[in-house]
């Protein structure tokens, strides 16, 4: 008797668990996707949002506190400052080679604008000292969000449904 109350109360535990991971991976998925902070306006997970930026299916099977540390990351290493012929700059990507007109994401803007260029209307591309990943910028998420979009992001690049403590990303 005293085993089964044992295994009943181990799967009520597990139970909560998941349902304490679905909850969080819904309002991180919220989060991700939020028109005013979201990440979706640059990044695309489960064919939702902007492919802009680089692919968060790479990092969703690193621990939370790695997954923290490349979301407040500042590095720019991806971002260029493109000035075009006609004087105006702008954070942006680099385009692929051999597309004609590219197409360039002006990041300073909330959500990126998109510019139709042609490449010979490009001036120069060089590095970025000013850009900021937003949010290591003015968009900054409580711990709590971060535990959440972060479940979420493990969620839809990997399959992991494990909820995560907003101390692990501190």
């Known amino acids: 008797m005293v085993i089964w109350v044992a295994l009943l109360m181990a799967q009520s535990a597990a139970a909560q668990s998941q349902s304490g991971a679905q909850a969080q991976i819904t309002r991180g998925e919220a989060l991700f996707f939020d028109a005013d902070m979201g990440c979706g306006t640059c990044h695309a997970l489960r064919g939702k949002g902007t492919a802009i930026g680089p692919d968060l299916r790479g990092i969703a099977r ?24 006609s004087g105006e700059s702008f954070p ?34 060089g590095p970025n000292p000013a850009w900021k990943h937003p949010p290591a910028g ?32 501190k």
């Open 92 to 125: 942006t990507f680099p385009p692929p080679a051999g597309d004609q007109p590219v197409k360039l994401y002006d990041l300073s803007k909330t959500p990126p604008a998109p510019h139709d260029v042609q490449r010979a209307d490009i001036g120069s591309m």
């Open 138 to 169: 003015a968009k900054k998420y409580t711990d709590e969000q971060m535990a959440d979009i972060i479940a979420y992001v493990r969620y839809a690049g990997a399959g992991t449904r494990a909820p995560v403590d907003p101390a692990d990303v």
């Open 62 to 85: 690193l621990s939370p506190a790695g997954i923290a540390m490349a979301v407040r990351s500042s590095v720019t290493q991806y971002v260029q400052l493109v000035t075009l012929k």
